[in-house]
C-alpha cells in the first residue's frame, strides 16, 4: 500500500517548465509516476514536453484530476505556491525549495490549518514509494521495492540510508524526506503514524538532525503508541552549538536541540539509535 | 545573521521601544564627544561584539567625565575581548556605545523567539532579568512566562497585560509594558527577525521602563528582502574563510580539526564530521557544496579547505543521485592539479558510473584514496592524516 504516494497519485508540477521543475518531472515520470501536467503562471495554454501547462493550479486540477503536487519554484515564491496548492484542495504537497524565509511559512501553516492538504517539506528531497512513485529529487536507481519505512530530515543523508538498506537486500515501502527547515508541514509523528497504520511496513529509519525538539516529540510518541522496530540516527553529534550548520532548523540554540538529548529520548523509548551513520543498514537487519 | 547591541536598540526605538540615550563610537576621540553631547556626566562604555558576557571579561565599564570615557575608549577599542561566549580566542573590539549612566531599580528579561512545536511566536517574559536566562529556564521554569502569539491578530493586549502583572508591575507601567511589547513584535515581524531579546529591561529610578541591553538576529533566508539589514553585517565580526565561502554560495563552518571535508548535502555533511570524530579524527569545517557538484564548485571548496593551514587530509563525500562520478572526478582531478593540492585525499562517492569515477582518480597520478563506504572513509582519511610528517 505504501503511504502518500501510489499508483492513484496523479501529479502535477509547480515550476514545471523552469530547469528543476523539467527535469525532475521526467525523473518521476520515468520512474513510473504519474505525471499530468504543470503550472507556471503566465504560460498556460502550452505544452512542455508531454505535458499542459496552466496558468493557475485551480485551472490544473480542473482539467487533469490531479490530486497532488510537488512545488520546484524559488524561494521567494514558494510560499504563495504552496497556499495556492491548499486552495485547490490538493491532498499532497510536496515543497523542495530550500531558503523560504521562516515567517513566511508561519503564515502558509496558519493558512493549511482546518484545510485538507497535507504539506511535506519545506527544504525537502520529497518522498518516493519504491516501484510505485515519487514526487521531489529522490533518485529512483538506489531504492529497492520492500518493508522498511524510512522518515528522514536529510536528503542526501537519506540517500546514504537507502543504499545500505538497499545493499542488504532490505527494501524500501516509502521514504519521506521532511526538511531541514525549523518549520515544516508534516513532522516525525506524522509520518510513524502512517507507517503505524500501513501493513506494508514492518519497521522504520528514522534520520534526525540537531535543532529543535521534534525527535523528542517522536520519541514520546514512540515510546506510548509505536510498536514497530525503529532505528534512528541523529546528524550533529560533533556540531558546535549556535551555529546553522547548513539547514536552516540544524541549530543547536539556548542549550536545546543538541544530538545527544535526541540520542537519549529516542533510547529510552527503545529505539535502536546508531551512534555511526554507516551502522544503519545494519541495525535494521539486526532488528527484523 | 547578528547585529551588534547600538544596531539592535536602534531598530527597537525607530519602533518605540524605549531605549537609554546613546551612540557608538570608533575612535577614543568619538567616545568623549559623545560623552559630553551627553551632558558630561557619568557614561556607560560598552565594548560592541557579536557576544555576550561582556561584563565579566571587563567590556563594560563606567565612566565619570568625558576625559575618563575617552581612556576607557582607548583601552576598549582594539582589545582581544574574551567572555565565556567567545572561546579563548576571543574577539577584537572595534567600537564601543557611550550610553548616559541611569541608575534602576529592578532587571527584568523579555524576549521573543519562534517555537518552533507550536509554529508561533513566543513572548516570553521574567522578573528575573540581568541573568542568564537559560540558568532560570533550567533552575525556576516557573519564572518565565510565556504568551504565543496568533499572526493572524499580533500581540493582543491582554495578553501584554498578563505578562507586565506576572513581572509584578504597576501602575503606569502597564500600559508602557503594553506599549513596548506590542513594539517588540513589530520590530519582530517586520524585520524577519528570528530572535528578539532585551536582558535585562530595567525599572528606572523614575519608574519607567527601559530596554538597557538589546539583541536582534534575523533569518538569514530573510535577508535578501532586507538590504537594510544586509548593510548591519560586521565581517569583522565573522570567519574570513566563511566570508570568502558565501560569496561562492559555499556553506561552510570553520572547525578547528585537521581533517577537511568536502560533502554534498547538510545532514550528510554533518554525518561526516560525526563518523571522522568517531574513527579518531577531527573534522576540520563543515562544508555543504550543495546540489551543484560541478567542477567550479569543487574547485570553490578545495580553494576554502586549502586556505585553512589546519588541514592534513581531506575527505570527500559525495552521494549524487544521477551525478556522474567521472564527471564528478574529473573537477576533482582538474581542482587538485590547478591549486596544486600536496594533502592526501580520501574519495567516496556514489551515483551513476561509480566504477569509471574511481579509473580516472587511480590513473591521475595523484594522491588518490577511494573508498566505499562512510566507515572505511573516515577510517581511511583518519589513517593517512596522522602519517602526514
Redesign the interface.
Known amino acids: 500500500m505504501a503511504i502518500l504516494l501510489d499508483k492513484s497519485t496523479r501529479l502535477i508540477v509547480q515550476g514545471l517548465t523552469g530547469r528543476e521543475g523539467a527535469f525532475h518531472a521526467a525523473q518521476a515520470a520515468a520512474y513510473g509516476t504519474n505525471v499530468v501536467g504543470g503550472v507556471t503562471p503566465g504560460k498556460g495554454g502550452t505544452k512542455h514536453e508531454q505535458w499542459p501547462v496552466f496558468n493557475t493550479v485551480a485551472d490544473a486540477v480542473r482539467e487533469t484530476g490531479a490530486n497532488a503536487t510537488v512545488i520546484f519554484v524559488p524561494p521567494g515564491f514558494a510560499a504563495d505556491a504552496i497556499m495556492e496548492a491548499a486552495d485547490s484542495n490538493l491532498g499532497l504537497i510536496v515543497c523542495v525549495t530550500e531558503g523560504i524565509p521562516t515567517l513566511d511559512m508561519m503564515r502558509v501553516l496558519t493558512f493549511l490549518q482546518g484545510r485538507s492538504s497535507r504539506l511535506i517539506g519545506p527544504n525537502c528531497p520529497g518522498l518516493i514509494s519504491p516501484g510505485k512513485g515519487k514526487a521531489g529529487i529522490i533518485p529512483g536507481h538506489i531504492c529497492l521495492e520492500g518493508r522498511i519505512g524510512i522518515v528522514s530530515k536529510s536528503g542526501t543523508l537519506t540517500y546514504e540510508a537507502i543504499h545500505q538498506l538497499t545493499g542488504l537486500g532490505i527494501g524500501q515501502s516509502s521514504c519521506v524526506g521532511i526538511g531541514g527547515d525549523p518549520l515544516i508541514g508534516t513532522s516525525f509523528i506524522d509520518v510513524l503514524m502512517l507507517f503505524a497504520q500501513d501493513a506494508e511496513t514492518d519497521a522504520v529509519v528514522m534520520i534526525g538532525e540537531i535543532g529543535g525538539t521534534a525527535e523528542e516529540e517522536a520519541a514520546a510518541y514512540i515510546r506510548k503508541s509505536f510498536r514497530k522496530p525503529v532505528v534512528g540516527f541523529i546528524a550533529g553529534q560533533t556540531a558546535p552549538p549556535g551555529r546553522r550548520m547548513g539547514h536552516a532548523g540544524a541549530i543547536i540554540a539556548g542549550g536545546q536541540g543538541t544530538a545527544s538529548d535526541k540520542m537519549a529520548a529516542l533510547t529510552a523509548a527503545g529505539v535502536t539509535v546508531v551512534r555511526s551513520p554507516d551502522e544503519i543498514g545494519k541495525a535494521v537487519a539486526a532488528r527484523l | 545573521m547578528k547585529i551588534h547591541e547600538y544596531q539592535a536598540k536602534a531598530i527597537l526605538a525607530r519602533h518605540g521601544v524605549p531605549v537609554p540615550k546613546g551612540e557608538v563610537a570608533f575612535t577614543p576621540a568619538e567616545a568623549g564627544d559623545i560623552a559630553q553631547r551627553l551632558g558630561g556626566g557619568t557614561v556607560v562604555v560598552k565594548a560592541q561584539i557579536h557576544a555576550g558576557g561582556r561584563g565579566k571579561g571587563g567590556g563594560v565599564k563606567l565612566a565619570r567625565s568625558p576625559d575618563e570615557a575617552e581612556t576607557i575608549a582607548r583601552a576598549m577599542i582594539g582589545m582581544r575581548l574574551v567572555t565565556h561566549q567567545t572561546g579563548p580566542e576571543g574577539r577584537i573590539v572595534s567600537r564601543v556605545l557611550v550610553e548616559a549612566g541611569l541608575q534602576m531599580t529592578r532587571e527584568l528579561y523579555l524576549g521573543l523567539v519562534?517555537d518552533?512545536?507550536a509554529?508561533?511566536?513566543v513572548m516570553m517574559a521574567s522578573p528575573d532579568g540581568g541573568v542568564d536566562?537559560?540558568a532560570v529556564?533550567?533552575k525556576t521554569p516557573d519564572r518565565i512566562f510565556k504568551e504565543h502569539i496568533n499572526?493572524?491578530t499580533g500581540l493582543v493586549p491582554f495578553q501584554a497585560r498578563k505578562l507586565a502583572f506576572a513581572l509584578g508591575l504597576e501602575g503606569s507601567q502597564i500600559p508602557q509594558a503594553s506599549k513596548l511589547m506590542t513594539a517588540v513584535y513589530e520590530a519582530f515581524?517586520h524585520t524577519?527577525a528570528?530572535m528578539v531579546e532585551i536582558n535585562p529591561l530595567v525599572v528606572t529610578a523614575s519608574g519607567d521602563l527601559l530596554a538597557l541591553d538589546a539583541k536582534m538576529n534575523f533569518?538569514?533566508?530573510?535577508l535578501?528582502?532586507h538590504p537594510d539589514l544586509r548593510e548591519l553585517r560586521d565581517l569583522g565580526e565573522e570567519d574570513p574563510l566563511e566570508i570568502e565561502a558565501s560569496k561562492f554560495s559555499l556553506?561552510y563552518?570553520r572547525?578547528d580539526g585537521s581533517i577537511g571535508c568536502m560533502?554534498?548535502?547538510?545532514?550528510?555533511?554533518?554525518?561526516?564530521?560525526?563518523?571522522?570524530?568517531?574513527a579518531g579524527g577531527e573534522?576540520a569545517n563543515?562544508l555543504?557544496v550543495g546540489g551543484g557538484a560541478n567542477a567550479e564548485q569543487i574547485r570553490n571548496a578545495f580553494k576554502i579547505l586549502m586556505s585553512d593551514k589546519n588541514v592534513h587530509a581531506v575527505l570527500i563525500n559525495i552521494?549524487g543521485?544521477?551525478l556522474r562520478c567521472d564527471v564528478l572526478a574529473q573537477g576533482v582531478i582538474a581542482a587538485v592539479k590547478e591549486l596544486d593540492v600536496r594533502v592526501p585525499i580520501v574519495i567516496r562517492m556514489?551515483g551513476?558510473n561509480v566504477a569509471e569515477g574511481k579509473r580516472l582518480l587511480a590513473d591521475s597520478g595523484l594522491n588518490f584514496t577511494t573508498a566505499d563506504?562512510?566507515?572505511e572513509a573516515?577510517r581511511r582519511v583518519v589513517e593517512l592524516s596522522q602519517t602526514k610528517k
Not at chain 2, 533569518?219 to 530573510?222: G, I
Open positions: 519562534i518552533r512545536a509554529a508561533r511566536p536566562i537559560e529556564a533550567a499572526p493572524a515581524r524577519d528570528s533569518d538569514d533566508s530573510a535578501g528582502r556553506n563552518i572547525l560533502v554534498n548535502g547538510a545532514g550528510l555533511a554533518m554525518a561526516t564530521m560525526d563518523i571522522i570524530k568517531l573534522p563543515f555543504d552521494f543521485g544521477i556514489e551513476t563506504s562512510m566507515g573516515a
